[in-house]
């Protein structure tokens, strides 16, 4: 198991699975996207407050192995590290462990950028500040 | 543009949308896993017949290339096709158009099994009868 | 059943049921304010451009009877009356009926205001000229 | 603020807020759910295990009162209380708390009832046997 900058514990919820029992595919993303929020809030990056600034953090490109399913009740926690590709864009790759036997779950990597007001592509220097902090 | 097997309207709902203004990432997923299981039913694959029995077709893998947002009320289509990437897996090549300019909005391939009853990939016949006479 | 001043057509896709295999009961409200929205660009208020004002329609309350599940795949359909309960609110009466056997599946009762830039109930002229309009 | 004998604490994921900024108002409802299947596990009645026994707990009316929105990150808690209302039927008070200024968010009350294998209301002895203990 690697070393993750950043963890986050999570309870399946009943209403999360589909039909099949299981937690469906798209729930996966958010949770995800939920601990990149928290983790980034620990920089000091708020994402509702980059939102009314009209600055948007999105995801360009999504990868997802889906290794074993989650059920309902799962204790589960999603590991976080981040690293920048290239001058606008960072990888995260997170991954999801069931707390029971530590099971993998899920191994994810999420290709992010931000846009400005202009929704072009950019350096944004709040989110510069923190990726430098964090180093 | 390609040629797709299979193709199938939507709309957005305000409700699939973020604090963004753009329907949430993980709402993508819903999208293609609505086409893919209506896809299965032009071929005689229902998903809630297989999950009574315990068969259980799912993703091992999503690559999602999101290439342009969506907003609220945007109509718009997804096109797919399917092929055989080894003996237990195929592959859907899913793309998302917008209706307006026919713009790009993401692609995507999804890569996916069947489980039988006992949970492991196998070959299941009707999903291999549906898929030869498909062909 | 009654007569509805709008109605608008569904299909149930799998993944908004839950582990019952039926339609899980918060989805109904999705069903619903879809609906809503649907009806009021008929009458020319659209959603997203009230939001880009600041302002915002709002329940602030909802009655839902449920009858009757709705599984994966079915058809149905959501009938709307809307009627003017105070000076600040109105309610929406909404129904959904299954189109197999035009089965009742739920009776809602949505009682809504618009509260203005400031986040007040308050009149808003194009929501009062629409209302007008469609008496 | 009345006493509660299950409270459950959330947070806002920021997934669950709509393009007002606000929490969708179907996201109540999972809220509430979530907080009477943790609250039923306190009793010993396991929802994933009466699904697989084919008992359905369902609701079959919900009251929910709006009060005030929550917002991206907000720290939140729902009370509860449960009594019977008849013979088959009980009623789930659910109230809803911000924790900044213990503002009140929503109050709801939902009616449930048990189906047993055959889809018709029923006493079931395990679900009985809990409610009696709990009192």
């Given at each position: ?14 209403y ?24 980034l ?90 990726f430098?902090?964090?180093?």
């Open positions: 198991m690697l070393d993750y900058c950043f963890k986050l514990d999570f309870q399946v919820r009943d999360e699975c589909d039909m099949q029992g299981i937690v469906n595919n798209a729930v996966y993303q958010n949770y995800l996207e939920h601990t990149r929020h928290e983790f809030k620990t920089l000091g990056v708020d994402f509702v407050y980059f939102t009314e600034k009209r600055i948007h953090l999105v995801a360009i490109r999504a990868e997802l192995d889906f290794k074993y399913p989650l059920k309902g009740s799962d204790l589960f926690w999603v590991g976080l590290n981040v690293e920048r590709v290239s001058r606008l864009r960072f990888a995260f790759k997170q991954d999801i462990y069931r707390q029971e036997g530590n099971k993998l779950i899920l191994n994810a990597k999420i290709t992010a950028t931000a846009l400005n007001e202009r929704g072009r592509p950019d350096k944004i220097p709040e989110l510069e500040k923190a430098n902090s964090h180093k």
